[in-house]
């Protein structure tokens, strides 16, 4: 925590050197009102697909957890989520949930991570959609595509990691107390490879989810007054919502708001402008945490 703190602030202070944190605060609260509501009401639904996406591989899974205790531990973890490390956090505190709702440790940990990593999946396939839409006069750069594309297959690789952790670890060793449960965790994982059609059905959602959260960042660009084209938001979104998954920030904030004022300098956006755009893209996510926190202060009231 203290590491993540430290670098938190250490990259906004050294934003502050640049850019007047005054003109941006006062560009971030000059956002306009009715992009604003899109944005949360956007937010809300792509919260409802991502609970949906989770439901279904907890259903391929066999587990027997009901859509609201499921849609519970969601929200609640993810509130939580903003206290934890950036990107996985809330992952952490959702395995942990379901581990806890007589789900094996290692089927818990595996329905998340899958979700997680069709997640990123769909991030590096809207990234190849990015570059090939940008390309400025139709001259696509293929090796920036084809450097995603093998990124794409080691991703999708992971889903044979249980073949690869019995190789790399030792038959011998296979028992061991370490060894046992990461085998166990790796098959979990590995199980997802028989269930294609469900695969395929929450890469399709995920799809959507990082779709929408690519058009909230334009519609709160819009509502700021940029007039950065969608097609550029298709090519560094992507990126920036990597940087937002790195355990490295408190929240999101720090780098994640420093790479997207760079990414934003080649077209011409001023910086405090940029500045106030990150910044509203970390609060209007975080306030999908809401409900969670309300059911967080609900259960602990029943705990009284």
């Known amino acids: 925590m203290l590491l993540r703190l430290a670098i ?37 639904v792509d919260r409802v697909v ?12 066999g587990n027997p957890i009901s859509t609201a205790d499921a849609t519970r531990l969601f929200l ?8 934890l490390p950036a990107g996985v956090g809330g992952d952490a505190a959702r395995a942990y949930g379901l581990a806890k709702e007589n789900t094996s440790g290692s089927e818990a940990l595996a329905s998340v991570a899958v979700d997680r990593l069709l997640g990123i999946v ?35 690789a992971v889903f044979w990691i249980n073949e690869w952790m019995r190789w790399i670890i030792p038959a011998q060793r296979h028992e061991g107390f ?43 660009a819009l509502g700021l007054g940029m007039t950065v084209p969608f097609t ?22 720090g780098l994640p708001q420093g790479g997207i004022v760079w990414m934003l300098q080649p077209m ?21 945490n809401v409900p969670g926190l309300y059911l967080w202060l609900r259960e602990r009231r029943a705990l009284l």
Do not use: C, K, N
């Not at 609640?76 to 206290?83: H, L, R």
């Not at 001259?139 to 450097?147: E, V």
């Not at 979990?188 to 690519?214: E, F, K, N, P, T």
């Not at 500045?275 to 996510?285: D, N, P, Q, R, V």
């Open 178 to 220: 370490f060894a046992r449960r990461v085998l166990r965790l790796t098959d979990a994982v590995g199980r997802y490879r028989d269930r294609r059609g469900v695969l395929v059905h929450v890469l399709a959602w995920s799809i959507v989810v990082q779709v929408m959260r690519i058009t909230q960042a334009y519609v709160l």
């Open 268 to 288: 011409g956006v001023p910086e405090p402008q940029a500045l106030a755009l990150s910044t509203l893209i970390i609060l209007t996510g975080l306030a999908g």
């Open 122 to 156: 769909s991030l590096v396939l809207m990234a190849i959609i990015g570059v090939i839409a940008w390309a400025p006069e139709g001259r696509t750069d293929w090796r920036i595509a084809a450097g995603i594309l093998v990124a794409l297959i080691a991703l999708v």
């Open 50 to 61: 991502m609970i949906l996406r989770w439901v279904l591989l907890l259903r391929a899974s």
């Open 232 to 253: 550029y938001f298709l090519l560094f979104m992507p990126l920036a919502l990597l940087l937002l998954l790195l355990p490295i920030s408190i929240s999101g904030f």
């Open 8 to 44: 938190t602030a250490a990259i906004l202070a050294y934003l502050a050197t640049d850019i007047d944190m005054a003109e941006a605060a006062r560009a971030t609260a000059a956002i306009s009102l009715p992009h604003l509501v899109i944005v949360l009401l956007m937010v809300g």
């Open 76 to 83: 609640v973890s993810s509130f939580v989520g903003s206290f």
